[in-house]
């Protein structure tokens, strides 16, 4: 019999070195560490502070939009256990069916010095349910039936690209390729945030509205009933299964849930930015940045994921094109990957 | 008669022939080759007296592009069908080849092109070397995106290669001084171009006398035959590779990686191998594109065309199965072309419904394809032709 034999010293000092490396602050160092490079970066490049801290509100103003989708990217993973690649043409659908909505509403003038009128907020109102209701609706006739047949989760991942380019074709079909604009034209107010940081007050009730439904999502996840069963899900389908969850339930108000985030997502981005059949595949990559670095199937991780990757995005555009911004996203995620592949709020070590 | 009927069949026969080699079963080598040879020669020369000029032409340029696309289908198989690596950025390295080869290819612009032409270096190199470096080049980047993240599940994989394809595309829009920004590059040489021009001048006479009938516009008889030659040997090189001991260890990563690391396999190094040859296949048929088409842009390799398509038609043809990857390319192709002569019908229904929307006919051609990639996930996963059981090659 061979008793159990001490590890060689080089091996058990890989391992230290490898625990080390891969723990949940390495993570926190690293981005910390491309925090300090940014700042370095700036002050050699004489970026101006004052536009850096512009660039940081914008990066918040992003993560708020980042966050709608990304809870919903890790709400129907952690639920559902597939990687939802239609997630970000769900925020598409969104921002085009508000468009649809508010072109047969009678135009109002802007209200309480916003750049927009009432009709967008009929809209918001109207598209959330309605991408929820879509999300589901394709759930039935598409993923469900796969998940009846325990299909590898990459077959559901295969059905969700035919649904994403199944909704863009119905995008380009209805509205045309062409890029668009909830208001062409229209004044949009702008204040002064701190000295020298100027954002438009649309961009604060994007932010203020993203909030809002960040907190919403947080009271029904922690206080329903709702909420409990889908975390229950999340923690492990068989045994909620079998406590007497109501699976089909959790399901419909995951997708209920996560499509009215995307759907509310996509109009904010429509507003802050434009409306793009392909807005939505763009979006897709730092969705998933934001949900990986903050840990696939978790809330709170891909919060704070999007955030991150909001500020990333902003800021590296006072050094590169901005175009590359969602690059920006991707490098991040990738250094993420490499560092702690569970992301920030995975378990273990 | 038409004096280009007679090159012209030779040139369709290298096709059928090729195809007739990998058909024909248990005859020994040179009666195959043999018989292949001549049933291609008497059908390609039959089909050109029969049928009329335009309906050979059309049928050659579409198994052209449909081959083009079986190159690119067998990339991913490598990848999918054997390995199970899910790459949705197969637009990365399909671009990625075809700059490369163009850009290998073309000369450094000079006098009045330089102003609208700005490339990073132009070698103006011979069409076989392009080939390679796009390979090469291809697999170098599937060799960068594998290290992070091949040892990761499989929808970390996936993100990753939608970042890549996305990273590939934002430098090509942007980056002017590297392959002419989001300006097309244009002028991408043809190889053997010179046969249906005025002739080659390194060939002997009586080839150049040969193909002399052929005008610049009979090219695509030409391309058929080179790009139908580099399927052949893609598949081929497939084919014995997927029945070598090297097949079986990526079908045992792909079924279960467990088992395979526990009988001593390297499942990290295997996942990479396959993902680098993969991609070097893709790069392959990028350039094999780019040469086609003259001039490129990064339009050319969006998802949809560059990415979406290739995986409808490994689904549909079959994946883990090199003839089903073949198959699915030209059948969808066949799909994508029929459409558009169905949208073309289409078009006073279209007009009925609003002014706008024969215009957007084409995105009608996206949508069925969506469906079709819809049915065939939830109805047919395993395509036409479904996986065989391979046996491994054994010495008689």
């Known amino acids: 019999m061979v008793g159990a034999r001490p590890l060689p010293r080089s091996r058990a000092l890989r391992r230290a070195v490898s625990s080390v490396l891969g723990s949940r602050w390495s993570l926190v160092g690293l981005l910390a560490l491309i925090a300090l490079v940014i700042v370095l970066a700036s002050s050699a490049q ?9 660039l940081v509100v914008r990066g918040v103003l992003l993560g708020g939009v980042l966050a709608l989708g990304a809870l919903g990217v890790t709400l129907v993973h952690g639920v559902l256990k597939m990687a939802n690649f239609a997630h970000g043409d769900y925020m598409t659908l969104g921002a085009y069916l508000a468009l649809a909505i ?9 209200v309480f010095g916003l750049g927009f009128g009432y009709e967008f907020l009929v809209a918001l109102v109207l598209v959330m349910p309605l991408v929820g209701l879509v999300a589901y609706g394709l759930d039935r006739v598409t993923f469900r039936r796969l ?4 299909s590898a989760p990459v077959m559901m991942a295969m059905a969700a690209l035919g649904v994403a380019f199944g909704i863009r074709s119905i995008v380009y079909m209805v509205f045309g390729a062409d890029f668009a604009f909830y208001y062409q034209g229209r004044p949009r107010p702008v204040v002064e945030l701190f000295s020298g940081v100027r954002v438009r007050t649309d961009q604060l009730f994007i932010l203020a509205f993203s909030l809002a439904l960040i907190v919403l999502v947080y009271l029904l996840l922690e206080r329903s009933k709702v909420g409990k069963a889908m975390r229950a899900m999340a923690d492990n389908p068989d045994l909620a299964r079998i406590s007497g969850i109501p699976t089909e339930r959790v399901v419909f108000w995951t997708w209920m849930v996560g499509g009215a985030l995307a759907g509310a997502g996509g109009m904010l981005y429509g507003l802050d930015v434009q409306l793009r059949p392909e807005m939505g595949w ?6 998933f940045a934001s949900v990986i670095l903050g840990t696939i199937g978790n809330v ?13 995005w902003q800021v590296s555009t006072a050094f590169v094109n901005p175009a590359y911004g969602p690059a920006a996203a991707f490098v991040v995620m990738i250094l993420a990957l490499l560092v702690r592949p569970q992301g920030l709020m995975g378990g273990g070590r | 008669m038409d004096p280009a009927v007679l090159p012209r069949s030779v040139l369709l026969a290298v096709p059928l022939y090729l195809l007739l080699v990998v058909v024909l079963r248990g005859r020994s080598a040179l009666v195959k080759h043999a018989l292949a040879a001549v049933v291609a020669l008497a059908l390609a020369a039959g089909l050109s007296l029969l049928l009329p000029a335009g309906t050979i032409s059309y049928v ?8 083009i696309y079986a190159v690119l289908t067998l990339g991913l198989n490598v990848q999918w069908g054997y390995t199970g690596l899910f790459n949705i950025g197969v637009a990365a390295f399909f671009a990625v080849g075809a700059f490369t080869s163009a850009l290998f290819t073309l000369k450094m612009p000079t006098g009045a092109a330089a102003a609208f032409t700005q490339q990073a270096f132009g070698f103006g190199a011979p069409f076989w070397v392009g080939l390679l470096a796009a390979g090469v080049v291809a697999g170098v980047l599937a060799l960068v995106v594998g290290w992070p993240t091949l040892r990761l599940r499989g929808d970390y994989l996936a993100i990753a290669t939608i970042g890549i394809a996305e990273l590939v595309r934002l430098v090509f829009q942007n980056e002017r001084w590297l392959a002419n920004g989001p300006q097309p590059l244009r002028g991408i040489p043809q190889p053997l171009s010179c046969l249906t021009g005025s002739g080659c001048d390194w060939l002997p006479g009586f080839v150049n006398a040969f193909f002399d009938p052929l005008a610049p516009r009979d090219y695509p008889y030409l391309y058929v035959a080179i790009v139908a030659l580099v399927l052949f040997l893609v598949y081929t090189g497939l084919e014995r590779a997927i029945r070598s001991p090297w097949g079986r260890v990526l079908r045992a990563v792909r079924e279960d990686e467990d088992a395979a690391a526990m009988v ?3 499942v990290a190094a295997f996942r990479m191998q396959a993902f680098v040859v993969g991609a070097v296949i893709m790069g392959i048929g990028g350039s094999l594109y780019a040469h086609y088409v003259v001039a490129i842009d990064y339009g050319h390799f969006d998802p949809l065309y560059g990415t979406f398509l290739i995986w409808v038609m490994l689904m549909l043809g079959g994946s883990g199965n090199n003839r089903g990857a073949v198959l699915g390319a030209l059948l969808v192709w066949a799909i994508w072309t029929g459409t558009s002569f169905l949208v073309d019908a289409l078009r006073p229904t279209l007009e009925a419904i609003s002014p706008v929307l024969p215009q957007r006919g084409p995105y009608v051609r996206l949508l069925l394809i969506a469906l079709l990639m819809l049915f065939i996930v939830l109805y047919r996963p395993r395509g036409v032709l479904p996986e065989e059981k391979v046996v491994s090659l ?3």
């Open chain 1, 46 to 54: 004489g970026v101006s502070g004052t536009r850096m801290l512009g």
């Open chain 1, 300 to 312: 709170y991780g891909a919060l704070l994921g999007a955030f991150t990757i909001g500020i990333v």
């Open chain 2, 264 to 266: 001593g396999k390297n």
């Open chain 1, 282 to 287: 763009w979006l897709l990559l730092p969705l």
């Open chain 1, 147 to 150: 998940r009846q047949r325990r």
């Open chain 2, 394 to 396: 054994t010495r008689d």
């Open chain 2, 60 to 67: 050659t340029t579409f198994l052209l592009m449909g081959s």
């Open chain 1, 102 to 110: 508010m072109s047969v509403l009678p135009p109002g003038r802007s």
